[in-house]
């Protein structure tokens, strides 16, 4: 069960309003990096874990991940609280309106009008959060590695979300928030790691022919070799020959099917064949100008469908 | 620049249509661990990407990931490829092909009705591909670990596949395409520890007091200790006191306003007060069958509005 | 801030694995109606509220609600959880697996195969949840109504689940939540009701002459009068001709252009007419069968473009 | 059936072009709360209604409302006529074209390059209309309330975009459709009230231990009663250990697993158990920079994986 | 099998950084009519041809899409590389940034704050591409056709490009891809016409009846005749009575329901029933200002729920 | 102005429930190629239509799919009426009740648990609607052409379901629809074909010396060739060498840097630089299972960060 202290887990001091760093900082309440992408993805994965010391771990980060979405939450409440009674009690002339919610440096429009000035979970662009970004698939193998790359890119956002305001509290909780984000990172690759092993993540063993190959597909001026296709381990493969049909194959691909399939198959094929034979007349071509090289094809042919 | 050869990379060869079957590998064709959004992750990198063994890689495997896209995609193609006739040419009786689309072990029908058995761009599902599964950010410490984790889950989700049909051509194209998905993870670990440092990812230190506190958030009977939350490196605050207003604050949010914005909200404030001592009659109380407690507080009331 | 105690807020029993169930489950879990749309809804309502009755009911609410879909989730992960074992360590025989995950009665091959019988953010259908269903837009007595609207659809939806279960403990869980959305309901309906006036919404007044009418838009046999169109404060208008054009004017729409504007436009509707003196071949004619009607027009024209 | 006459239910009489304003209109175009939303809600309520009453009134009004997403979007067709031309015919330079669509006071680019300075079904950010915003579920007495919520929700859109212009044409045209949302709560509220009892909505009663409790989930310095919580009729619980487990259980999830099954969760919880008794090197630790904390765990270890 | 060369389609030279630009760019790159759609398109459809012409054309063109969508990534690439290092380098002043990313002509934020100055699969205004956008369904004389347009609007977007820049690289870049398309729609116009007959798609023939006639249903003022609908082809309707229920039955819906299932529905009616008879008090009215003409039903009333 | 008449466009008569069949419908109503799409793109397209007979024409054919919505939306509703009392009342026991709605030949647990058996604007896959499928963009040459491929895909579908039933009056109804889009597509076309010249579509010229080339992008056996790639018209490139760098440069990409951008791309560079003379332990071996190939790289070394 979830409970709620109206403290936050850290201070909220604004110095003025602006609701254009507010739409900003939207990237970190409702954007993909943000910190419902974060509490919702550790969330879904406590409730389904039974290992007890994931679970419990996953649901401690869930939580604070939760405080933090009300941390960034109440910054962004704080920029656009200036903004909030102008355009709903009218104050404002309509044109001094317009400026201001449309004006350089405040591309603040949409929550605005839609949103009230309020605290929407989009993020900067207007775009709804989706859980299309959670990428949780129940194996922790690869959940913890998702987590943390999930802190990884989250510490990131944060880090030029600082380097865009230069007001110190906005700057002082946002380091606070991006601080965490490492140390989130840091408990999850110590769960991972318990993990013994970790790696080739799940159960099924790779195909020990592929499992060491590089295939050198991006050839041309610039093709480099580093610890990443060369070296002991590594079979480093660019003869396109040898790329394709790695089986051993003839490279197709084939089904066997039944009679009844083939007769349908080939009504289908026959009625909806593009005969290479024939050089037809097109709608382009009776669409182009005429004269032009496009429409010549057809000029002075006479059509008998 | 893509060129593109007739023969595949890996070799297909199924046994029989299984529509059912290819709406399963639909997940590694158009679904969020899927070939697709392999291929556009490392390629999006590539493009903007300025260190040359990086970017080289980079392409290297989207290259890849675009023909394995091609591999699941035809074996999608030809499981479905007896199911493309009888709808399109209408030679079944109506009853049997709704039965074929509709029956038990083949959850087919969006497949058939709407993409003509052909290979479409969704997740087993039915959901449409959508780059919001693409968590790209352009800093390589972040990405590099992202494109680990993407590698992992897409691992996991070839061995759930293989674990789901006894084809065996099926069987071994996934093999091959689940294998890769291994090698290229360890490309990845090898670019990235080759950036030194890359922990914590970006330039930004994070703040010392917080870098290496773990907050027991979710108490209860199952709170366990491991080295993700205990240990030298770790601070651990279970004090619920200590876990909230970090900083020392007041744990409050506050932005200094005009005081043209303090008037606007404090009209605002007035005309929609809630306010609290007033029990007024409401809409689910006038809605309420007589006699039940719901409609209790309304009961004989004469409103005067 | 929030915490978590690792009680539920109800006890949840299950008898028996049921993906199937755990499917039909999700609506509630990530669906619309779910307890993830009712606890953004609420919190991203009380972190830019300003009244502090309302912001404290609100987040009262909210951090319920996160409560419930812990609930919920469980048991969604309980009723999954007897799948989780074979897929992951492929113990079943593929046909068997292939079986459990596309039979009859149980669609939860997408819950199985991408989500490993876990607890993912999307509805019964696969659809993952956006924030597009909330409807928040920082404005009480929309917000108010808003939220009861919601919680009575949510009331619904549990309805339904609880009349497909007959395992009693998930029944009794279910109507735990069904009832929680009835007296949530309450409490929004004595907000709403202590904002004095909350209607008509917001603070502009509309236009006298159109707030009582009631245009009689549909027409023919089946239509219909009741207190919605008929009374005293109605103006109920049939006439086809004074429901168009209702403020006097022509009913077209113009607008003002410069003479630049004006020319750039003449360019465009010269350069893109559709001519109606003129009945040119096209497409379809060229690609109809020879001797049809689609044909006809023209046979035998000898084209010059 | 419908039928479309050219005269509009209300004269757009537009000053000048404004593609800025055409923008911000779009939120009542292609916006979750506007026109198209409110036509679909209420005709898809009328196509599966039995009630006859109900489906006249509904049919009524989402013709009204297919009406005036015509009024709406000949508004913004009116706005943007003057940009029309320009980009499609080429006649402003390169660097005053790029001016005009990306300049201050007008985020208009994704309108005019993407859709010709024309109408699309997006809202002020460019988000493509979702049936996700339609809050349908077929059951009266929560879509009624859905209804008054939305049309409460539409009024206060159209009033904030009538506070941010001053062309009077367009003002009085935005009245007339903010106007007629107020109208149509009205009758969407006597549809309602005139089912006897319509709460709660549906039919299968709640619990009545849990239909007037009120939990007091969020606590601390804030605290508020008000009718929503205090009175006769409810019953407000802020002991925590009264808000959690409220069935008298033990407040945790169980499911009775078969042997099979739990011999499978077995394999997997062993293959996955992240070993709490150990303090393993983790990836971090191998990326940190020499020196600093985050590495100190790892140095001089020797690894013997 | 794709391999790549590390050599554009076309050379990329850029004058100088302009994120403003790369962010319109971005429609041809991750917009609905850019080049990973066309790419995917063509790819899919390839995927499953049986016609062996038409599957070699496919992939000649979707793997020309290919490259082009390299090489449109690659101009925005090189437009926004100068803005990558600062923000991630954090060398500007706060505010400089701030208005950087801001500033008027440059709606950059979201591709600079979220995506690092990358190349993400977005359109101009910030939407992640969705497969959405691809309308293939397996039948090529819709699917042609479908090819068809996209080339004819892809082309369109382009035109429009160019006449927003005067990077004379940028532009010469753009019209190469351009032009491009305009070749690709001639291929497939010459695909589809090869198909014989092609007109109507599929095999169906429609009902005589209906398949040439044209319902006038937008009357009044406006009304105008063309070879869309006038000429010996044509039959033309404008009487409204001819033109609902034009089957010759009375326009209703009916369906024949079983015994028990009519019982159900007379339950679920029932207790549904808006009562046309009775003029409820509602929750508009309770909510009215006093005195107001919305209230006066009320006033007075004494309620007795 | 709409009206609307109760009379359909065309009478529905349905045998019995079909709940499996209902949503196998929803394709064409709340699907990609269905009614809301068509009435949507060409109303969209007559709003900001200035061509007279143009607007007029999008105006008729978009009322008329207006009322086409209705009719396959009456379909759908028949379908499901028998099945809307049964869950609403819960007069089935809960049993019998999952088994309706999840058994076999039935996808419709969502439409009926979600949308209470209504006509929810989804497809057959429960994907709700967005205008992402509509492809407007404001030009008629382009917009005509995407109308005569939306008519021909809708035909197409239209066919399928009428493939997959057997109810008369269902199959009926759908020949209606199905045959109107036959007409619709013919005056698409006639409209297309006034414009003279429509092809190219736009204004601008491609560059001549690419606008009729082929690229053979695709190579080995099963090359082709035919009138979309041979004749007078083309020319025919297949020399890798001659599809690279076409413009004749190096086929690379560059920008000019300011020197500050290039300060900072060098910190950038410097900071996240894989190094290539470096083969660094990595996650992934720490993470391997000791004794197996992916672990030795690491084996026995001392790792001093």
Not at 17 to 42: D, I, K, M, T, V
Not at 114 to 125: H, M, Q, R, V
Not at 134 to 158: C, F, H, M, Q
């Amino acid at each position: 069960m979830f409970a709620h202290n109206k403290r936050l887990q850290y201070t909220v001091r604004v110095t003025e309003s602006n609701p254009g760093l507010a739409n900003l900082l939207l990237e970190q309440f409702g954007g993909p990096q943000g910190e419902l992408a974060a509490a919702c993805r550790y969330f879904t994965q406590a409730l389904s874990e039974d290992d007890p010391g994931r679970k419990d771990m996953l649901m401690d980060i869930a939580t604070e991940e939760l405080s933090h979405l009300e941390v960034i939450g109440h910054l962004v409440a704080m920029l656009n609280k200036g903004a909030k009674g102008p355009l709903a009690e009218g104050i404002d002339s309509e044109a001094e309106m317009y400026r201001k919610i449309n004006g350089a440096g405040n591309d603040s429009h949409t929550t605005q009008v839609l949103y009230g000035a309020g605290t929407p979970l989009i993020n900067s662009a207007g775009v709804p959060w989706t859980a299309a970004y959670i990428d949780t698939i129940g194996e922790p193998t690869a959940d913890l590695r998702s987590n943390i790359a999930a802190e990884a890119r989250a510490k990131i956002v944060y880090e030029r979300l600082i380097n865009c305001t230069d007001d110190p509290g906005v700057k002082e909780a946002l380091t606070f928030l991006m601080t965490r984000e490492v140390a989130h990172q840091k408990s999850f690759e110590k769960a991972l790691y318990s993990i013994e092993p970790n790696f080739p993540p799940g159960k099924l063993p790779g195909d020990p022919r592929f499992a060491s190959v590089y295939f050198n597909m991006s050839q041309g001026e610039g093709d480099m070799r580093g610890s990443w296709n060369q070296g002991e381990q590594w079979m480093f493969v660019s003869d396109r020959n040898e790329q394709s049909a790695v089986d051993g194959g003839d490279g197709l691909a084939s089904v066997q099917l039944k009679p009844e399939e083939m007769t349908a198959l080939d009504m289908l094929a026959k009625r909806t064949q593009s005969n290479p034979t024939l050089d037809p007349p097109t709608g382009a071509e009776l669409g182009a100008a005429p004269g032009t090289d496009q429409g010549k094809s057809l000029k002075g042919k006479t059509i008998t469908p």
